[in-house]
C-alpha cells in the first residue's frame, strides 16, 4: 500500500510505501476511495495546539507517532474481514468508516461514545487513516452503509459532519425560529448550516471574515450574514438576530471569536465551542451566573450520531456542501490550500 504521509510535522507530506496490513479480530481492511481534507488535519501536521498564555500543546508529546498518514474522513470499499468481522459487512460494498476510536473496553466505548475514550486511537491521529490506498478499520462495526449518499459527502459526514450534528444537538430543542449563530463559514460552518435545515431549524445567522465564505453561507441557507471586523462583531451579531442570542456555535474558536460569541449571548444562553483555532478566553465570572450562562466544549461525535446523520442523508434531507474532487497523491498541495483559506466548502481525495 501507499500513503501520503507526515514524516516531520509541518513538512510537506511524502509518498511511502508500507506492507498493508492483514486484518485481525474485528478488524476490517478497506480500500480507501474517499478522504476529506478537514481544517483539524492542519493543526496534526503542525503537531501543536496554541494554548493562549499556557503556552503549547505538542501532539507528538499526546501520542501521536510519525510518520502517519493523516485522513479522518473515510470512505472506503471493504477488501478483507479480520475473523470476528467476516459476515458482519459486505465485502465489495462501500461504506464510511468511524474514525474516532477509542479503547474499546471502557464503558464508554461500550456505550458507543468512544470519542469520549481517555486512550483515543483516532484513525488519521493515533493510527493511520485515510490518506493512503488502504485503510483499517479498528472494528467492524464502525462501518456505516453509505448507500444512496454520494460517497465524497459521505466521507464527509464522518468528522465535519458529525462534529456541528453533536454542536447542534447540545443547543436543541430550540424553537425552530430562535436565531443560530454559528461562527465560521468554511466546511464546517456550511455543513451545520445544511444539517440545521434538515433539522427544521429556520434562522440561522452565519459569521465569518471573509465575505466570500458568507456568500457561500448564504448560498447554503444561511438567513443572515455578518461580517467579523475588529470592531463591532458582537453588535452586529446582536442586530442580526434581533436582540442577544440563545445559542452559538462557534466553529473557529480563537481568542477574537470566543470574545464576540460570549457577548452576543443572551440571559440563558449557550455558546458550543468547536473550533481548535487557538488562544484563550477570559470570562468576566460574575456573569456567568447573573446572566445564567453556559459554555460548553464539543469534540467531534460518536459512532451512533454517524448512523443518525447517515441515516438523515440517505433520505435525502440534507443539502450538499460544495465538494471538490482532487486525486490523493494531491493531498499535500490541498493542504496547503486550507492553510491559505483558499478553500470553500470540502476538498475530498480520490483514489486514481
Ligand atoms: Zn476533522
Ligand atoms: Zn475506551
Redesign the pocket.
Known sequence: MRAWAVVECGKPLQELEWTTPEPQGEQVLLEVTHAGVCHSDLHIWEGIYDLGSRGQMKLTDRGVVLPLAMGHEIVGRVLKCGPDAAGKVEVGKSYAVFPWV?????A??QAEE?NM???PRSLGVYQNGGYATHVLATRWSHLVDIEGVDPSLAATYACSGITVYSAINKLLPMNPDEPIVLVGAGGLGLQAISILKALGHKAIISVDVGQDKLDAAAAMGATGTVLATKEGTTKRIIEAAGGPVAGVIDLVNGTETARFAFDALRKGGKLVQVGLFGGEMNIPLPLMPIRALTVQGSYVGNVKELRELMGIARSGKIASIPVANEPLQNADGVLNRLRAGKITGRVVLTAA
Open positions: 477509542g479503547c474499546g473496553k471502557c464508554v466505548c468512544e475514550c481517555l486512550q
